[in-house]
DNA sequence: CGACGCCTGGACAACGTTGTCAGCACGCCG
DNA sequence: CGGCGTGCTGACAACGTTGTCCAGGCGTCG
């Protein structure tokens, strides 16, 4: 910038005037300074702007995984709204690591960053409190915060979407229905727990631990859960996966399990297909997930965008300003019957 | 930090050192300024540091589009290789538009990122040249820069990939195969369209245009597009499909021209099988995707990945002072056959 | 014709940090 | 006992920008 005001020929704050366009300059010496702006491609330093200012338009955004599409659709959401309001957006994936969540959180903070979009691991979050007091604004995203952070949260409603998942199966006669979630410790897996809890009490079916499986979706785990579950005695006929990895991985170990593969469409029309290697399943997957529709695999979606969207709107109306109490969102499911959660539970044999 | 300072009874600079780990501190004092530290809540100002130092440990990354698998894998990748080396990272979509593209690049810059990963939607980048003169390194990925823009990339094999999908549908019998690409004007989809001419050429088979439909990925151009192709005098047998969204919109199209849903696996073994509603058609699909596994759908692989990896490991390789020629990396793609691109063509009629 | 106000431009400090250099105390050695 | 090296601490400037305040020139009005 000095280097431009010394090549117009004007003092540095005049340079300054020009490139924020603020007003007081004449017109000829905004045109000089312009074409040594262009001559020496001088770019504004935002770092040292920035500095003098206080406020970085920027936010930071935590998520679990930027490669799993439930995040990246919401990230992408609010990386939208951040645009929308002259921000720069820093990402970062937590893994599931409380420590990295807290990690990257403190590095967006000594970024200065005006505010933070989190999807919490951990169940802690008194180390935000300095920044609180800094006046930086945080809104929790897909999962509240811990014990004592007083901060906005947008969620999905996990146990109404559970529910209306496991009724939408026992409404289609199956009186045994599994549930396969992530680990209990994730709020959301324990959030939709509960609703196929409250689903089968609402039945008036028990709750047999034997037809629950929780953790990770990784393929080795579901495979032996699935085949264990299969195995038993009074197998389930009917399965409620409790997201968008472990429905897919859940169908992967199927066909495995199975040993069939897809094959070639049949004739057979809306609600009698069903996605290749069920066996004779039904299923019903929390989230929705490419291709689920041609699968014919009923789910329970959530709207991983809006939830983006909503906690980026939700953040710069505080930044804005607003001090209104802390909110509690929780957006809608959907139930989209597809076919898997339509068929009926084969005739019992011990009724035969 | 003047604050923490004055609370530890020291000069500015003592807490500096401390917040540095600096040596030369005595061990009461540093106690004495981390209380004064934890006391506060003090946490330093990164942007401070940043104008002081030159250098602000952080990237900028731009991808077409962060919602979209492929980019958001490569994203993750990136992303973790910035974090290995002390970086944070600034995301935007450019949703291939050059205007946007630019706008973010320069975003960036004037942040002063070290370093910037472009996946690039425009064709003219010399609006980069005064950020190179002021030693901002940039990686293309995916896409090479336009003209007179001297920069390293890393691209995907996109010719061999095309060449190889095409010559394999034409070694299980094909003699009429339709490419269904992106627009021309975006580098990859050109490339994949020369590769597919190559292997027509060396198959010695004829080049149709009428084979060929280039298109964003959109439901009704594709729906519009198929049914022109099959409805023709000589429709193709085989499809080979440009993209990974474009495959799964080519399957949802031909699922709802053809009428049939997925039905029932049949028990049908590999190469038997095929997605559902494919008809009698061969399909080659350029980008792996989820569940193409269980679809039986075959596909040239990319690793996006890798491709997020190599660029971002060339880029702090840059960082690290690596002043040689500018590189041109090619990533191999990897075709993987599930049975969708091994089914023969039907007896020609007109040979009955 | 003079005073006043507006328009334009500039000098200076400050944002919070770090690099440079200087100073002070202490201990050791000559 | 003095000089010097060493270990620790502090003063100060600088990074590049913007906010505040002031000065000078010119037009206008009394």
Redo the contacts with the bound molecule.
């Keep these: 910038?000095?280097d431009v005001?010394a090549a117009a020929?004007?003092?540095?704050?005049?340079v300054?005037r020009v490139?924020?366009n603020?007003?007081?300059?004449?017109a000829?010496?905004?045109l000089r300074v312009h074409a040594a702006i262009d001559r020496l491609g001088?770019?504004?330093?935002d770092?040292?702007?920035t500095?003098?200012?206080?406020r970085t338009a920027s936010i930071g955004l935590v998520i679990e995984d930027a490669a799993d599409v439930f995040y990246s659709s919401l990230s992408r959401a609010v990386e939208e709204t951040a645009l929308h309001h002259g921000c720069l957006l820093f990402t970062g994936s937590s893994q599931e690591d409380a420590a990295r969540e807290r990690d990257l959180v403190l590095a967006f903070c000594a970024r200065r960053v005006d505010g933070l979009i989190i999807v919490p691991a951990g169940t802690d979050h008194t180390y935000l409190a300095p920044e609180f007091e800094a006046g930086t604004r945080a809104v929790f995203a897909d999962r509240p915060p811990g014990a004592g952070c007083e901060a906005d949260v947008v969620l999905s409603d996990n146990v109404g979407g559970a529910r209306a998942g496991t009724a939408h199966l026992i409404a289609h006669g199956h009186r045994r229905v599994a549930f396969l979630g992530d680990l209990p410790r994730i709020f959301t897996a324990a959030e939709r727990l509960r609703g196929y809890r409250e689903a089968l009490a609402a039945a008036g079916l028990p709750y047999d631990e034997g037809l629950v499986a929780m953790g990770p979706a990784e393929p080795a785990r579901l495979r032996a859960d699935l085949t264990r579950l299969l195995g038993a005695s009074d197998p389930p006929t009917a399965l409620l996966t409790g997201n968008g990895r472990t429905t897919v991985e859940t169908l992967r170990a199927l066909a495995s399990i199975t040993g069939s593969a897809p094959g070639p469409a049949t004739t057979g029309a809306f609600p009698d297909r069903a996605p290749p290697g069920l066996g004779g399943l039904a299923l019903v997957g929390f989230d929705d997930f490419e291709l689920a529709d041609l699968l014919g695999v009923t789910v329970v979606a959530q709207d991983p965008a809006r939830l983006g969207r909503t906690a980026a709107d939700l953040l710069f109306l505080r930044l804005a300003g607003d001090g209104g109490a802390v909110t509690r969102f929780e957006l809608p499911t959907r139930l989209i019957p597809r076919g898997s959660g339509e068929r009926p539970p084969p005739p019992r044999r011990d009724r035969g």
């Design positions: 910038m000095n005001a020929g004007v003092a540095l704050k005049t300054s490139v924020n603020e007003p007081g300059v004449n000829a010496t905004a001088y770019r504004r330093n770092s040292a702007r500095l003098r200012r206080g």
